[in-house]
C-alpha cells in the first residue's frame, strides 16, 4: 500500500493551501484516512482524521473551524482543506491510513494507523 500526497507549499499567513492524498493498492480498502503534522524537533501530532462509516470527521482543538477534511472513501482519497493559515501551522503533513474501522478518539492516535505518507512539507510565512 502507498500513500501519495500532494499539495504542501510556501503560503503567507491567512492564506489557504489543499492538500489531497490517496491510497493505492491492489486490495487495500481504506476504513480511516487522516492527518499528522510534525513541527521541526517535536513529536507528530494528529490533525484530522475522517471515518468512512458515517462520513464522522475529527479535528484537533488547534485547527477545528480553519481545517476541513473531506474524501472519496470509493477512490482511498483524503482531502485537507487548510484555510486562515498560521505561522504555526508550519509542519510536515503526512497522510495516513487505517485498513479497519475506528472510534472518533482512537482516531487521534498514531499508533490506530498502519500506514503511512511520505509527507508534505507545508510552510507559512507570518
Known amino acids: 500500500v502507498q500513500l501519495q500526497a500532494s499539495g504542501g507549499g510556501l503560503v503567507q499567513a491567512g492564506d489557504s493551501l489543499r492538500l489531497s492524498c490517496t491510497a493505492s493498492?491492489?486490495?487495500?480498502?481504506?476504513?480511516?484516512m487522516g492527518w499528522f503534522r510534525q513541527h521541526p524537533g517535536k513529536e507528530r501530532e494528529f490533525v484530522a482524521a475522517?471515518?468512512?462509516?458515517?462520513?464522522?470527521?475529527v479535528y484537533s482543538d488547534s485547527v477545528k473551524g480553519r481545517f476541513t477534511i473531506s474524501g472519496d472513501n470509493a477512490k482511498n482519497t483524503v482531502y485537507l482543506q487548510m484555510n486562515s493559515l498560521k505561522f504555526e501551522d508550519t509542519a510536515v503533513y503526512y497522510c495516513?491510513?487505517?485498513?479497519?474501522?475506528?472510534?472518533?478518539?482512537?482516531?487521534?492516535?498514531?499508533?490506530?494507523?498502519?500506514?503511512w505518507g511520505q509527507g508534505t512539507q507545508v510552510t507559512v510565512s507570518s
Open positions: 495516513v491510513a487505517r485498513s479497519s474501522s475506528a472510534y472518533d478518539n482512537a482516531a487521534r492516535w498514531s499508533s490506530s494507523y498502519g500506514y
Open positions: 493498492g491492489r486490495t487495500f480498502s481504506s476504513h480511516v
Open positions: 475522517i471515518i468512512w462509516s458515517g462520513s464522522r470527521t
